[in-house]
């Protein structure tokens, strides 16, 4: 069984519309993450969240929303989607923040026309 | 900005031991040192960590410097599938990932 999941691989849409991307872990971890990496390869974090605590990376732009039905899932909103929001996204978890291994999923590669 | 800095490419030969090395000279006590790798096209995977031990795993041994500020990740023996960026992190809240080592490894 895959860990940590998301859905879909590929994303291809039109500047302007809103999206959404899964993911879900059964690892049974508390903790999850989402991480953007741009045509550069540098991978950065966008958000960290657990069942107490939402810590969002500052530039992250308001148009990007995450959303936990629950503990085992993780789904990132994006709206009004702009051509430099095209990236590959991945979906991790852990345990608990910091001081603990994070497992990441296969990654979705959005592209924004 | 990542708080590690690695060199940007190397080479090694399929058998042979790779050395990656990874400088953090601003670590803080209680911050970690994790390395994670990212074989084209998929998630980052996990390698290993460390506080101020050497450490080793079925993957790879880390070597820290008594004083934190440098270690090396070392893939004992080296094969082609270990091709992959290989990403030095500083553990904390906020995980920055910078731009790693690209390893390439040659039959």
């Known amino acids: 069984d895959t860990a940590v999941s998301q859905t879909p691989k590929y994303l291809v849409t039109q500047m302007g519309n809103d999206k959404s991307i899964k993911c879900e872990q059964n690892?049974?971890?508390?903790?999850m993450y989402w991480y953007k990496q741009d045509s550069k390869k540098f991978l950065k974090i966008m958000f960290s969240y657990n069942n107490k605590e939402l810590i969002i990376n500052e530039t992250v732009p308001n148009r990007f929303s995450p959303k936990s039905p629950d503990k085992a899932h993780l789904n990132l909103h994006i709206n009004s989607l702009e051509l430099g929001d095209s990236a590959v996204y991945f979906c991790?978890?852990?345990?608990?923040?910091?001081?603990?291994?994070?497992?990441f999923g296969p990654g979705t590669r959005l592209l924004v026309l | 900005d990542a708080k590690t800095t690695q060199p940007p490419s190397m080479d090694c030969a399929e058998g042979r031991a790779a050395n990656l090395p990874c400088n953090h000279s601003?670590?803080?006590?209680?911050?970690?040192v994790y390395w994670y790798r990212q074989i084209h096209s998929q998630g980052p995977q996990y390698i290993i960590h460390g506080l101020k031990n050497n450490e080793t795993n079925e993957m790879a041994s880390l070597i820290i410097t008594e004083d934190r500020k440098s270690s090396t990740l070392i893939l004992p023996h080296a094969t082609l599938r270990d091709t992959a960026v290989y990403y030095c992190?500083?553990?904390?809240?906020?995980?920055?990932f910078g731009a790693g080592t690209r390893l390439t490894v040659k039959p």
């Open positions: 992190i500083v553990n904390n809240n906020d995980m920055r």
């Open positions: 601003t670590i803080s006590g209680n911050e970690y």
């Open positions: 690892l049974g971890h508390d903790t």
């Open positions: 991790a978890s852990s345990q608990e923040p910091e001081k603990e291994t994070q497992y």
